[in-house]
T-cell receptor, first 115, second 114 residues
């Protein structure tokens, strides 16, 4: 039972354009969401997070949008750079529940930014 | 400040054997979480240790066990290895046990079970 779904295994964009990575979740207890980036042979690196009390969080070129009614979040990267090419994982947690220690990850989306 | 390190980098074992994977947490962090990442999948939570005690566990059988030491480094032990245990094992350290305490991942240990 995939509680966090990233339905696009891959995405290819041109340098300078916007990259939009999508994530859906099914567990209504999830109230804290994160995006991680992973390069080959390295561990995932934290990018940005958002709490369910917000619908948008921005950090430089990275913005995460949360639509609670649709149980959907997206990561926007503007402008995209070749160094952004990596696998992006969406993760979620029920931060106020008994499992507030646990992150549930999606399968990831491979982003390729072409020069 | 040193980051999260894991050893060994790669490991090959046969079915039925036992394996121990190691993780050194980042300075100032008291929590280590372990994840299994199978090919083509996202990391799946195994368990978390906070101040030397198991703080939570995912859907993994008891043959997956762990330890955390007074310096907050950690071990993952897997007994009676099965072919499906072949995966990348990631550890992450954090300054606290909650999901809002950002987890910093090591590079992982690639385990192959033949």
């Amino acid at each position: 039972d995939q509680q966090v779904k990233q339905n696009s295994p891959s995405l290819s964009v041109q340098e300078g354009r916007i990259s939009i990575l999508n994530c859906d979740y099914t567990n209504s207890m999830f109230d804290y969401f994160l995006w991680y980036k992973k390069y080959p042979a390295e561990g995932p690196t934290f990018l940005i997070s958002i709490s369910s009390i917000k619908d948008k969080n921005e950090d430089g070129r990275f913005t995460v949008f949360l639509n609670k009614s649709a149980k959907h979040l997206s990561l926007h990267i503007v402008p995209s750079q070749p160094g952004d090419s990596a696998v992006y994982f969406c993760a979620a947690s029920a931060s106020s529940g008994g499992s507030n220690y646990k992150l549930t990850f999606g399968k990831g989306t491979l982003l390729t930014v072409n020069p | 400040e040193t980051g999260v390190t894991q050893s060994p980098t790669h490991l090959i074992k046969t079915r039925g054997q036992q394996v121990t994977l190691r993780c050194s947490s980042q300075s100032g962090h008291n929590t280590v979480s372990w994840y299994q990442q199978a090919l083509g999948q996202g990391p799946q939570f195994i368990f978390q240790y906070y101040r030397e005690e198991e703080n939570g566990r995912g859907n993994f059988p008891p043959r997956f066990s762990g330890l955390q030491f007074p310096n907050y480094s950690s071990e993952l032990n897997v007994n009676a290895l099965e072919l499906d245990d072949s995966a990348l094992y990631l550890c992450a350290s954090s300054p606290g046990p909650r999901a809002v305490d950002t987890q910093y991942f090591g590079p992982g240990t690639r385990l192959t079970v033949l």
